[in-house]
C-alpha cells in the first residue's frame, strides 16, 4: 500500500483552543528552539544584510555587493551535504552528545571562527579574506540549519510544529535585532560620534562581539536533550549506506507525492523570491538614502524585527487555528504588497518615521509568511529522512531567490530605487498562483 503524506492528508483534528494554542509556547521544546533559533539567526545577516551595509559605507560598489551576495547560495545547496549530516557521525562527538547536538556544536564552531576572520579582514584594503571568511559562515550556518530542522522535526508531534517554528522564528529574529542593530550600535559606539565614514576598528569590535554572541548556541546544544531520532536500518557496505543516506529520502519523497511533487518543488522555489530578491539592496538603499547606523540600527533593527517577532506569533496561531495553506496565501500576498511601499519611500526623502512605517509593514508580513511557510515545509518531510528533505525543501525556497539576487545591484544601477522595489513586489504574482493551486489539491487536508 502506498505510503501517504501524513499531515497534509491526515483527518484533521479539532482546532485547539486559543488559550492551549499559546500555553505551547511555554513547552520546553518550544523554549530551545528560541535560542536555538537565536544560534541560527545571528550569522545571516552578518554575511548578507549587515555585510552589505558594511561594504558600501568601506566604498564597494553596488553591483559588487549584488554579486557578493552569492555567498548566500550555500544555504541554497546544503541539500547536497544534509545526507552526511543526517547520518554520518563525527568521532568522539557524537558518542557523546548524539547525532544532532554534535553536527548543532561543530558548525557553531565553524561561524564563530568565520567571524572572527570577517572581523580582523579590512574590505577596504582588500575584499578577498573577507569573502573567503563570510563563505565560510555561511557554510557553518547553513550546515548548522541542517541538523537544527532535523532537531525542531524530531522534538515534537506535527500538531506543534507551527508554534516550534514561530519560536524558532523568535529567537531568529531577535538575533536579528542583535546581529544588525548591535553590530551597527557596537560599531558606532567604538566609531564615536565625531568620525564619520568608514573606521576599521569599529566594525571590527562589532564582528567580534558577534563571534562571541554564538556562545548562546552552544550553550542551548550542551543544556539540551538529543531527541529520540527515527530508527535507521544498519548498512552492511558502502552501497547501502549511500542508497539510505542519498537515495532513500529524496526517492520517498517523490513516491509520497508523485506529480504534486512539482507543483509543491515550485512553490517552494519562489514563495520568498520577493523578500530575497528585494533584501540584498535594502542596506545598500539606507546608506544612499543618507540614513545614519543610529537610525538604521533603531528602526530596521528593532521596530521591523519586532513586527516580524509579533508576524510570526500571530501566523503561527492563525496556522495551528485555521491551517497553514491560509496563511500562506496571505503572506504571500502581504510580501509582495509591503515591497510597493519601499518604492514610495525611495521618493519620500531621508524621512524616519515613513522608514518606520514601511519597514514595519514590510517585517510584520514577513513574520506572518515565514511561520506558516515552515511549518508548511516541516509538514511535507518524513521523520526518516527529516535532516535531508527539510535541507532539500529549505534550499529550493533559497536557490533561485539568491541567483537573481546576485544582479540586484546592476538592475539598481540601471533603473534606480523604485523601479527595482515595483519590480520585486511584481515577482510575488507567481507565487499567489502556486500557492492557490497547491491549495486546491490539497484542500482535504487543510
Not at 556544536?105 to 563570510?134: R, Y
Not at 532539500?392 to 540586484?408: D, E, R
Request: net charge positive.
Amino acid at each position: 500500500m502506498q505510503e501517504k503524506p501524513s499531515t497534509l492528508t491526515a483527518t484533521p483534528a479539532a482546532p485547539l483552543s486559543w488559550l492551549a494554542s499559546w500555553r505551547i509556547y511555554l513547552q520546553p521544546a518550544s523554549l530551545r528552539m528560541l535560542f536555538l533559533g537565536f544560534a541560527a539567526g545571528l550569522p545571516l545577516l552578518l554575511v548578507l544584510g549587515t555585510l552589505s551595509f558594511r561594504l558600501r559605507e568601506a566604498g564597494i560598489d553596488r553591483s559588487t555587493i549584488g554579486y557578493l551576495s552569492w555567498v548566500g547560495l550555500a544555504y541554497g545547496f546544503k541539500w547536497v551535504w544534509a545526507p552526511l549530516v543526517d547520518r554520518l557521525p563525527i568521532p568522539f562527538l557524537t558518542l557523546l552528545l548524539g547525532r544532532r547536538r554534535s553536527w548543532l556544536l561543530l558548525a557553531q564552531s565553524v561561524v564563530m571562527l568565520g567571524l572572527v576572520g570577517m572581523a580582523l579582514s579590512d574590505p577596504s584594503q582588500t575584499l578577498g579574506p573577507v569573502v573567503w571568511c563570510a563563505l565560510m559562515v555561511a557554510l557553518g550556518s547553513a550546515t548548522q540549519d541542517i541538523a537544527l530542522d532535523a532537531f525542531r522535526i524530531e522534538s515534537a508531534e506535527p500538531t506543534q510544529q507551527a508554534a516550534l517554528a514561530a519560536s524558532y522564528q523568535t529567537g531568529y529574529r531577535l538575533a536579528m535585532i542583535w546581529a544588525g542593530a548591535g553590530v551597527l550600535w557596537v560599531a558606532a559606539w567604538v566609531q564615536g560620534n565625531t568620525v564619520t565614514g568608514y573606521v576599521h576598528a569599529a566594525w571590527q569590535a562589532a564582528y567580534l562581539v558577534m563571534a562571541a554572541s554564538m556562545m548562546v548556541g552552544w550553550a542551548t546544544v550542551l543544556l539540551s536533550k538529543e531527541p529520540q531520532p527515527a530508527a535507521l536500518p544498519p548498512a552492511r557496505n558502502l552501497r547501502e549506506w549511500l542508497q539510505g543516506a542519498l537515495v532513500d529520502p529524496f526517492a520517498d519523497f517523490l513516491r509520497r507525492y508523485q506529480w504534486q511533487a512539482v507543483l509543491i518543488l515550485s512553490l517552494i522555489a519562489v514563495y520568498r523570491i520577493s523578500d530575497v530578491v528585494m533584501g540584498i539592496m535594502a542596506n545598500p538603499f539606507y546608506v544612499d538614502m543618507g540614513y545614519t547606523k543610529a537610525e538604521v540600527a533603531t528602526v530596521t533593527k528593532v521596530y521591523g524585527v519586532l513586527m516580524t517577532l509579533l508576524g510570526a506569533f500571530i501566523g503561527g496561531v492563525m496556522a495551528m487555528r485555521w491551517g497553514v495553506m491560509r496563511i500562506l496565501m496571505l503572506g504571500a500576498l502581504l510580501s509582495a504588497l509591503s515591497n510597493v511601499l519601499f518604492a514610495w519611500l525611495s521618493g519620500h526623502g531621508h524621512d524616519v518615521n515613513a522608514l518606520i512605517a514601511v519597514v514595519s509593514a514590510d517585517n510584520l508580513a514577513s513574520g506572518i509568511a515565514s511561520a506558516a511557510f515552515i511549518a508548511y515545509l516541516s509538514a511535507l518531510t518524513n521523520v526518516k529522512y527529516s535532516a535531508t528533505q527539510y535541507a532539500l525543501l529549505s534550499s529550493m525556497m533559497l536557490l533561485l531567490p539568491k541567483f537573481i539576487a546576485g544582479f540586484s545591484g546592476d538592475f539598481v544601477n540601471a533603473h534606480g530605487y523604485a523601479s527595482f522595489f515595483n519590480a520585486t513586489a511584481l515577482l510575488g504574482l507567481p507565487v499567489l498562483l502556486l500557492v492557490a493551486l497547491a491549495w486546491y489539491f490539497q484542500q482535504p487536508a487543510d
